[in-house]
Nanobody, 123 residues
Framework: VQLQASGGGLVQAGGSLRLSCAFS????????MAWFRQAPGKEREFVTA????????YYEDSVKGRFTISRDIAKNTVYLQMNRLKPEDTAVYYC?????????????????WGQGTLVTVSS
């Protein structure tokens, strides 16, 4: 499995960005997908995850109501729509894939990781 994340950049607080993660190498619909992030000097943390079917999603509390994860089966891509961004959202965002039906917030469950894309939110 190969994961290619893109869409990061510099945005002002209150703005929006959409991250994309292109999946290849295996059957996309057999993997749950997630986004994690790592801020400077901090450990990697869970952001959101989506199951095989897209019917189950999980969000970290601080992003609920602002971020939305989705997947496009035709494009083998998972998206992270980020609205009302805050400076504390600044981090490198990583997409990850897990060969289980249900999504999980635990990083060690994920088998494959993308290279990360940097999101910087200015105040």
């Amino acid at each position: 499995v190969q994961l290619q994340a893109s869409g990061g950049g510099l945005v002002q607080a209150g703005g929006s960005l959409r991250l994309s993660c292109a999946f290849s190498g295996r059957t996309f619909t057999r993997y749950s997908m997630a986004w994690f992030r790592q801020a400077p000097g901090k450990e990697r943390e869970f952001v959101t995850a989506i199951s095989w079917s897209g019917g189950i999603t999980y969000y970290e509390d601080s992003v609920k109501g602002r971020f939305t994860i989705s997947r496009d089966i035709a494009k083998n891509t998972v998206y992270l729509q980020m609205n009302r961004l805050k400076p504390e959202d600044t981090a490198v965002y990583y997409c990850a894939a897990d060969g289980n039906y249900d999504a999980t917030r635990w990083a060690h469950e994920y088998d494959y990781w993308g290279q990360g894309t940097l999101v910087t939110v200015s105040s």
